[in-house]
């Protein structure tokens, strides 16, 4: 008997380690290089593949779990991972410094010259390049009259190509044909990302300004839940007013839909 309950007691407390090793926390940093603050940094984490941006102060705020690794990368940076470890898990905060990156030019040598700075006695005195010379001669169309036509130069008529003298879609003309125009979507696909992006950062963004306060005190949203809870009120346009600036009104809805919420969740 006290074997069995030896046993129970011992799978109980690996259990317990294992989902206090898999606990979220909201871990906030700041982003620094040697000349100060960095801005929109880009912060990832590799394991949930969930990610944020530095703000103009260079403060940031991501979900983590111990043993998690995060990423930070910047265009003008070397790219940075730290693993978190149980003494950055209990700080909940951390500063990263980053490391500029430098490009080193090609070695050159500079030679002595002796122009005078007037360009009409200089073109005298520079060395003629023979190559550019030839090249000139070669490509010099100032005696060809442009204005008698010339027979073509096929030997074989057979093999003369077509030459193409309707517009070929003339004849999908009132078929709801277009032609295909180069990069004619790239704008529309510029403004798809850019929405993509935005949806990507706005759980983040929103958090940012109302405060862990406001969502897991007030409220009473477990943090395991902050995500579902959006998608739950998603459906009633609170990304849309966040985005047209309308905040208390999605304040409102956030307060009004947090009672509804926690009662399903609670009978699940």
């Not at 620094?32 to 705020?61: C, P, Y």
């Not at 005298?124 to 023979?130: F, G, L, T």
């Amino acid at each position: 008997m006290l074997k069995k309950l030896f046993s129970f007691f011992f799978i109980l407390l690996i259990s317990f380690s294992f989902f206090a090793q898999k606990k979220n926390i909201i871990l906030s940093g700041k982003v620094m290089d040697s000349l100060g603050i960095v801005k929109n940094a880009n912060i990832i984490n590799l394991k949930t593949n969930q990610g944020t941006f530095s703000n103009d102060e260079g403060l940031f705020r991501i979900f983590v779990s111990e043993g998690d690794s995060v990423q930070f990368s910047s265009i003008q940076h070397y790219t940075k991972k730290i693993k978190i470890n149980t003494q950055i898990f209990n700080d909940k905060t951390i500063e990263i410094t980053l490391t500029a990156s430098t490009y080193v030019l090609d070695e050159f040598e500079l030679k002595k010259h002796n122009l005078s700075g007037r360009l009409g006695i200089d073109t005298k005195n520079v060395p003629i390049d023979k190559k550019d010379s030839l090249l000139k001669k070669v490509m010099d169309l100032s005696k060809v009259n442009m204005k008698i036509v010339e027979g073509d130069d096929y030997i074989d008529t057979r093999v003369r190509p077509q030459i193409v003298t309707v517009d070929p879609t003339a004849r999908f003309a009132g078929a709801g044909a277009t032609a295909n125009i180069a990069f004619k979507y790239s704008e529309k696909l510029w403004a798809l990302r850019k929405e993509l992006e935005r949806k990507k950062a706005f759980p983040y963004k929103l958090l940012s300004e109302l405060g862990d306060k406001f969502f897991f005190d007030d409220l009473k949203i477990p943090l395991d839940n902050y995500f579902h809870f959006l998608e739950y009120c998603n459906p009633l346009g609170i990304e849309k007013m966040h985005k047209e600036g309308r905040l208390l009104e999605v304040i409102k809805i956030l307060k009004t839909e947090s009672v509804t919420y926690l009662k399903i969740i609670k009978n699940e």
